[in-house]
T-cell receptor, first 112, second 112 residues
Framework: DGGITQSPKYLFRKEGQNVTLSCEQN?????MYWYRQDPGQGLRLIYY???????QKGDIAEGYSVSREKKESFPLTVTSAQKNPTAFYLC???????????FGSGTRLTVV | EDQVTQSPEALRLQEGESSSLNCSYT??????LFWYRQDPGKGPEFLFT?????EEKEKERLKATLTKKESFLHITAPKPEDSATYLC?????????????WGLGTSLAVNP
């Protein structure tokens, strides 16, 4: 079955370190997204990419970076510039207007 | 400002006790109203999309309805496996980013 694979499921980062979250899809979807989910807040858009080699900032892009070298892959790097990185990170792809997003299972990042 | 508000924040039901979750929206022209289910530690799963007032969709014990100002997710004779957080979202919004505006969710617990 097609889907989105996020890895790792849990990630621990020391302050001052950069970490990269993996997102791979085999749905053949063009558009991919990174969202951040915090308790008491709705899903917030970090970055999105409509096509390979192109991506755009979302609402909370500061302290994050992405790349889209292949259609299937959209990794997210959380840099040391992100002051409050502890959160649940969700990768998604857009199917169509009838079905909306398909989400991965998420990566929980904790700063230690 | 476009906004999506869900109520209640949390709901506890006994198995078999039917109820409804509310999602109200204030947007300048509804594009689509999405319902997702999210289990703890997992990504949201698509349930329904509604487009116009009066529209209804059903899936097993769930039925989603839409008016001009709000959507309801009716849960008939719920079972413990229906326990989850239910998210609603409106969109996609202007441009090609297909961004959705998300509510904070209703956490549903169904006791056996």
């Amino acid at each position: 079955d097609g889907g989105i694979t996020q890895s790792p499921k849990y990630l621990f980062r020391k302050e001052g370190q950069n970490v990269t979250l993996s997102c791979e899809q085999n749905l053949n979807h063009d558009a991919m997204y990174w969202y951040r989910q915090d308790p008491g807040q709705g899903l917030r858009l970090i970055y999105y990419s409509q096509i390979v080699n192109d991506f755009q900032k979302g609402d909370i892009a500061e302290g994050y970076s992405v790349s889209r070298e292949k259609k299937e892959s959209f990794p997210l790097t959380v840099t040391s510039a992100q002051k409050n990185p502890t959160a649940f990170y969700l990768c998604a792809s857009w199917k169509d207007r009838a079905y909306g997003y398909t989400f991965g299972s998420g990566t929980r990042l904790t700063v230690v | 400002e476009d906004q999506v508000t869900q109520s209640p924040e949390a709901l506890r039901l006994q198995e078999g006790e039917s109820s409804s979750l509310n999602c109200s929206y204030t947007v300048s022209g509804l594009r689509g109203l999405f319902w997702y289910r999210q289990d703890p530690g997992k990504g949201p799963e698509f349930l329904f999309t509604l487009y116009s007032a009066g529209e209804e969709k059903e899936k097993e014990r769930l039925k989603a309805t839409l008016t001009k100002k709000e959507s309801f997710l009716h849960i008939t004779a719920p079972k413990p496996e229906d326990s989850a957080t239910y998210l609603c979202a409106e969109g996609p919004h202007a441009g090609n980013n297909r961004k959705l505006i998300w509510g904070l969710g209703t956490s549903l617990a169904v006791n056996p």
